[in-house]
């Protein structure tokens, strides 16, 4: 069985496969834009406490499901004997189809703008609504993005996943680094810096931590059991609980750079840093001019297409979750659940692609109560797959451990390959991390904020 499965050729294939499935749009394009919206660094604080105290022990908690019973989150939870708890896995199959819908969408955009670049087309930033309205030539960008994806998938596990995730990572992140320290040589670089770093606690509202909360999980690839399903292919000689650090802090410390790299640009240019899923769009094509044209054209072209690689490693894995499950579950061929899924979440992106400025009805879709302006049909599927499921199944999944499969089998299964793990602090921190942070943190967050997003209840303000 665990043959025929596959499994990860090696240490670094398991982790930069994860790495790469965490690294993604959620850094470079959503981080940026969602700190600009929440009021700056009082969102990055709370990002960073979430990503470290909440999420990485679920991370782990994923990670050793997902080995010790060698299945998809759906079969997971059976193979374990708890039959019930299937329905996390179903929600997370859910959560991950919606939010690769909505994340196609953006990754065409990536690529789009990748050919723009190409071309020296460094006015698209000051067009970015036209560019985004155009549904036509974005739907196209979209289905090529999501066949490769498709493709990769269908190739298996250690030919398609490894292979890609292992020679691109590093590029994107020295391009981030050269670009970061080139911002700080702008004028009015500064005040970028004030606005990303000096927090205004007054700035910390609910819909502040629920957009922090989703972000956390988001850019992790938390919640809906990608990392059960990345788990089941690593092998039992593999330290679970190194590898989800190096992954939590690779993924958290390139957000942490985008985001140093982007408001310095942001404030030089003298643009709103809440202007929305637009941010990295408006603002970057008018920093690659300053370098001049050639110079331009070549930084350009390759940080959106990294961008699109950074974006295809995270498709894969979105993808392979319920590929894995039909696969496992249903007995249905590789390929032909790969096709298939691929083209059933372009369909369901469809009105996601409509709701930038395309049709009126997806982009002012719906008033969410407690608040007066509507929002769009993306940012919505955002709200409910990303920002409310995502923590959800976190909370579900730390419960699960804590007190249904029980946590001297999470020890058991984090020291299969770890041995000096028993005894230590770190074991000590994730179970107590598992038992009670996780379930109550998370569990009193989702509600407050959901309440509040949701249904316009303000429990506390
Ligand atoms: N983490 C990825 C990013 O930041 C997106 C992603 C990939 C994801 N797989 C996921 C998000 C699973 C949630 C769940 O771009």
Redesign the pocket.
């Known amino acids: 069985m665990t043959v025929s499965r596959g499994e990860f050729n090696s240490r670094v294939g398991f982790i930069l496969a994860a790495a790469g499935?965490?690294?993604?749009?959620?850094?470079i394009w959503?981080f940026p834009f969602e700190v600009g919206k929440g009021g700056g660094a009082a969102f990055v604080l709370m990002y960073l406490a979430f990503c470290f105290l909440l999420c990485y022990p679920v991370m782990v908690s994923e990670i050793a499901i997902g080995r010790k019973t060698r299945r998809n989150p759906v079969g997971a939870f059976k193979a374990l004997g708890f039959r019930r708890w299937a329905i996390v896995g179903y929600m997370g199959l859910m959560?991950?189809v919606l939010?690769l819908s909505f994340?196609n969408v953006v990754a065409g955009w990536a690529f789009g703008y990748f050919l723009e670049m190409v071309q020296g087309n460094f006015e698209i930033g000051s067009q970015f609504d036209g560019f985004a309205a155009d549904w036509m030539k974005v739907g196209l960008y979209g289905f090529f993005f999501m066949a490769i994806t498709a493709y990769i998938v269908s190739n298996g596990i250690s030919n398609g996943i490894e292979r890609a995730a292992k020679f691109l990572m590093p590029t994107l992140f020295l391009l981030i680094i050269a670009l970061m320290i080139y911002a700080m040589t702008l004028p009015n670089a500064i005040e970028g810096l004030k606005f990303y770093l000096i927090p205004d606690f007054s700035a910390l509202t609910p819909t502040v931590l629920y957009a922090a909360l989703g972000q956390a999980?988001?850019?992790?690839?938390?919640?809906?059991g990608?990392l059960i399903t990345y788990g089941s292919y690593v092998s039992r000689d593999q330290n679970i609980v190194t590898a989800a650090a190096f992954i939590t802090l690779t993924?958290v410390g390139i957000a942490f750079l985008a985001g140093f790299m982007l408001f310095p640009f942001v404030f030089s240019q003298g643009l709103p840093p809440d202007g929305g899923a637009g941010l990295i769009f408006v603002t970057l094509p008018g920093v690659f001019e300053t370098l001049g044209a050639t110079l331009g054209i070549v930084i350009g072209s390759a940080f959106f297409l990294l961008l699109s690689f950074?974006?295809l490693t995270?498709?894969v894995?979105?993808l392979e979750v319920p590929v894995s499950y039909l696969v496992d579950e249903h007995g249905i061929k590789r390929s032909r659940a790969v096709w298939l899924i691929a083209l059933l979440i372009f369909l369901i992106g469809v009105p996601s692609l409509l709701s930038n400025g395309a049709s009126s009805i997806f982009t002012n879709f719906v008033t969410l109560m407690g608040s007066d302006s509507p929002v769009d049909f993306m940012t919505l599927v955002g709200y409910i797959a990303?920002d409310t499921m995502?923590p959800v199944g976190g909370f579900l999944i730390s419960v699960f451990v804590a007190y249904v499969w029980k946590k001297h089998n999470l020890n058991e299964e984090l020291a299969t390959g770890d041995e000096d793990l028993r005894g230590s602090w770190l074991q000590t921190y994730i179970d107590i991390a598992i038992s009670y942070i996780c379930p109550v943190i998370l569990g009193v967050i989702t509600v407050v904020t959901v309440l509040d997003r949701f249904f316009g209840i303000h429990l506390f303000s």
């Open positions: 499935s965490a690294v993604g749009l959620g850094n959503k959560a991950g939010i994340y999980f988001f850019s992790l690839s938390l919640g809906m990608a993924d950074a974006a995270s498709t894995s979105l990303n995502l």
